[in-house]
């Protein structure tokens, strides 16, 4: 399982001076964003890219279930620590339904009695999607839930590596999970994950979410297994335990990575496809998690830890309290302490915690250093930097190529939505003035996307679904998606 939508490692928005990305060593941040993994990393299914299945190696002998001490404990101190009025209690996994509903009733319960006065909570969760019924979504529904569903596009390519144990596709079931979210009007998001199998159908796949599922607001995330020249051969066969197969718990080392993985150009094209329909159909309607972070970084604002000048305050909590750096660094080394022996404020506040985000800019590259996209790009994430840069520099993010075909490709675009906002204008007003330079084109020039195709048979097409079965009749389509606002 990957983060959340809402949770999405969004950057405190109240972490002390921006810029630099610092605060004081005797002052905590005011707020932060935990994700919390109240069944660590079991989950019911067994996606083959999931390398989140290995983690259960780190506590063997267990069962990954948190205690209610732990719960009290965990909704106590992230109340009390945050000194903004809007906290998110974020849940994932693993996959956090296993945990069964009388829990998360109880953490509803925990909040209303350590809600500081004037402090609002919301909740988010992960998942799946595969146990959702009635009572979850009524409960969810009637707790203001947002939800973040995992589908990674229509029924082909989701079933490409979202298997059940037994290797089966888990599209229909996760479809039957969207209809409760939906029957019961549940605000909900899709998680999207971008990998070998969907890389080339940018497009299709979100179509797909936008016609078909109506969602309004939608989050991709690179798949990026890396393995080393050991251990690659057993990383292609997958994370989880299985009779006689020797496994390999996932940490963030070597430079190679899974077949499974998305090609470094194929993840900016696959970005730039979906940027081409959305710039003349969905802005201001349909909200992509990478263009708002993007539009947002050009007004200075960070709102993803991962493209944001420094990091360390989305740390992630296993089921027995144990605090890690980061949910992608839930690996020996990074473990911060205990929330039973150790505050979570002041693990946080460590200076092995404030080293670890700082590290994100003091270890940019020469190449990241002086590239015209920085501004907004920022080197990635730390995780993926296992590269060489053009000159040979290792910790070049592996993901570059594609992240600067993307912020290059999307930059004019994205400063006239700049400027229209602020000029006190709609960015929607960018889609016309796109239109208009069409037209000034011709539909058989080639299309702007970078296919080779000519416009009116690539971005200029009214419909067109690359020959992927969607996998949902028309008759499951929702009326109204619901709707979300922009960088909440
Ligand atoms: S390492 Fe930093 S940038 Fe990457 S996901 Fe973790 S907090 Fe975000
Ligand atoms: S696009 Fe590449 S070179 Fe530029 S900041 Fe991002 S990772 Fe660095």
Redesign the pocket.
Known sequence: MIEPMLSS?AESSGARDRASGAFPSNEAPPCFHLLAKPSGSTCNIDCQYCFFLSKDALYPDEQHRMSESTLEAYIHQLLSAHRTPDVTVAWQGGEPTLMRLDFFRKAVGFVEKYRKPGQRVKHTFQTNGILLDDEWCSFFHEHDFLVGLSVDGPRDLHDTYRVDRHGKGTFDLVMRGWEKLRRHQVEFNILCTVNAANEHHGRSVYRFFRDDLGARWVQFIPILERATEQTIDLANLGWRAQPGRQRVLYTQTGDRVTNRSVGARQYGQFLVDIFEEWIRHDVGQVYVQLFDVTLEALLGRHL???H?PT????PALEYNGDLY?????VEPGYRLGNIHDTPMLEMLASPEQRR??LN?RESLTAQCRQCDVRDVCNG????DRFALSRDGEPGQNYLCPGLERFFKHTRPAMRTMARLLQHGHAPAEVMALTIAEDKRRGVYAPCPCGSGRKFRFCHGEKESRDHVDTGVTPGHRPRNGPSRTCAS
Do not use: N, T
């Open positions: 490692k993803l830890c991962i944001a990091c360390g305050f989305g750096s980061c949910d992608h660094f670890f985000g994100k990635g994430c730390p995780k």
